[in-house]
């Protein structure tokens, strides 16, 4: 098993066959063998440093009803709530002061915001605070619609393409929501220039390592400046409600991989590793990833914005969140940095 760690290390091609066996076959020591290099490879371009990102989930609103998502459509348990331009720029201006220079605008698929209002509020935020990177998350649009966005001065765009195989999606999504139109808004999104984030939940139903092998194939071959791995977690109000939770080992593994087969991608250590497990997000930054996304939404919307069970940090203000993740990074030898963290070049 060493022999194609050290393979991937050296950035030498594994094939689905030997990924598979990687992923089949890890124990105790290869597993920790992994990690170590991991570390070792996310050290070699980001040295301890850890990029912060300021959340803003401005929307739970959702046209959408992805059968794991506690904010899909057919939630009418969900408490909805949007924020206003101007709340929004509120939290961008207390993120500024906690030292962020990076926020994503995150949000349910929410068609009351045009295409011209949220080129509007990244214009407004970009204008505030010029020095600062912006990434939205708000799921498929036309291309047209990117093109406006990247024109208003947006610099990034997280859309997990969730799983690359075609029946799985299938089985996570209703038929109106297909993986063709997610691919076609990745390729989009990249042709139109903006730094790009995949990404998939680990563990999520019906799920196989087959379908983990061929994430991971496309992630090689996408070449994403970042990608999101977090375990699947259940969410009552939803028809995954009894599915199985996804394995934090196993969400760490994923995390490892993908530091060895996309050195210098950013990799953030989610909020659902460390709601899955509370040192979670420390295990993270351990084996390669190098990002954090603490939440800026303001406390009175926090828990509505519920993907999943159990969601933490939905009481704290911003600030505590910031000085908790600074304790954190720095109790394992990390530390966090007023940085837009952009790709490196
Ligand atoms: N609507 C936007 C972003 C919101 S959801 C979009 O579609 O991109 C952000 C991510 O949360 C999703 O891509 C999904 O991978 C993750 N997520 C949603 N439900 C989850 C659950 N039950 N467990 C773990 N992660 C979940």
Known sequence: MKKLIDQLYRDEFLNKEELKLLLESLEE?????????????????FQNKIYVRGLIEFTNFCKNDCYYCGIRCSNLKADRYRLTKDEILECSDIGYDLGFRTYVLQGGEDLSYTDEDIADIVQSLKARHPQVAITLSIGERSREAYEKFKAAGADRYLLRHETINPVHYSRLHPENLTLENRIRCLDDLKDIGFQVGVGMMVGSPYQTVDNLVEDLMFIKEFEPHMVGIGPFLSHKDTPFAHMENGSFERTLDLIAIVRLLRPKTLIPATTALGTINPKGREAGILVGANVLMPN??????????????NKICT???????QKCLANRVSSI?????????HYPT
Request: overall charge negative; charged content about 30%.
């Open 315 to 321: 009481g704290d203000e911003a600030a505590e969140c």
């Open 29 to 45: 020591d290869s597993r920790n063998y992994l990690y170590d290099l991991a570390t070792k490879k996310a050290k070699q371009t």
């Open 333 to 341: 030898g990390y530390e966090i940095v007023v940085d837009p963290g």
């Open 296 to 309: 800026l939404s303001p406390t009175s919307v926090r828990k509505k914005y519920m993907l999943y069970d």
